[in-house]
């Protein structure tokens, strides 16, 4: 059973550090900020006391050499800006795993039920306005009872990252729909693999050791190992989820 707490993800942008953002498109700054601002509101709303907020990315760009993840970034960021408040700090969940946007969201969950014991009755998830199709399906293949998608920030690109966004953006929904099929919403295709890959920091030799260390934290081999084995396809549907 779902639980009376929801879940808001923060989907992983570039690193906060020392004052500035690094491993990110230079001019999308102000975007990074607004989803964090936008995050923290949604969660601070007193219309709506029983979110947990998850921050959720993991250390993506080791070529930076910077020793921290995503999520400690965007946290970083909302403390030097008076963003996150001392009475938000037990709401928050630290996701440090995740290398993509179905990771982003796989993982929250599992982060979720690591620190409250049970799977969140409502998922909401704030990105940029351009992965809505693609967080949509995700939250489709993970068959996710209750999801809501809130885009924001593309009003803070500047016009030659939107535009180079949207054919990114349509290139991987063609991966991830076949002929107006769900064909590729947990991202197994190769392409999806390699960024992943590319994405690992050095320290991992190979997936199933990136996944050891991702169980060990959070549990759920069988389900870890399965999806690693998963190829594009209908097969997805025959996924047995903890939640449901």
């Known amino acids: ?114 620190e409250t014991g049970d799977w969140p009755q409502k998922v909401v998830v704030v990105s940029f306005d351009f992965k809505r199709t693609r967080f949509n399906a995700i939250s489709k293949g993970l068959r996710l009872p209750a999801f809501r998608f809130f885009g924001f920030g593309d009003n803070y690109l500047p016009p030659e990252h939107k535009e180079k966004a949207q054919i990114s953006e349509r290139n991987i929904i063609n991966q991830i729909i076949n002929k107006g099929e769900l064909w590729d919403p947990l991202q197994r295709s190769l392409i999806f693999r390699k960024k992943r890959e590319q994405r690992t920091s050095k320290g991992f030799l190979g997936e199933k050791k990136y996944l050891k260390k991702v169980e060990k934290d959070y549990g759920f081999g069988d389900l870890l190992n399965s999806l690693n084995q998963l190829e594009p396809g209908l097969s997805w549907q025959e996924i047995k989820w903890p939640w449901l």
Not at 71 to 78: D, F, P, R, S, V
């Open 1 to 114: 059973m779902f639980s009376l707490v929801n879940m808001t993800v923060l989907a992983g942008h570039a690193i906060w550090h020392k004052g500035k953002w690094h491993g990110g498109y230079r001019g999308q700054e102000l975007a990074y900020e607004d989803h964090i601002k936008k995050a923290f509101d949604l969660v601070l709303s007193p219309l709506d006391r029983d979110h947990m907020l998850v921050l959720s990315g993991g250390h993506t760009r080791p070529e930076l050499k910077i020793n921290k993840t995503e999520a400690e970034g965007m946290y970083l960021y909302a403390k030097e800006n008076a963003i996150a408040r001392n009475d938000i700090e037990k709401r928050i969940i630290f996701e440090l795993y995740a290398r993509d946007s179905f990771e982003n969201l796989f993982f929250s969950l599992l982060a979720f039920k690591k």
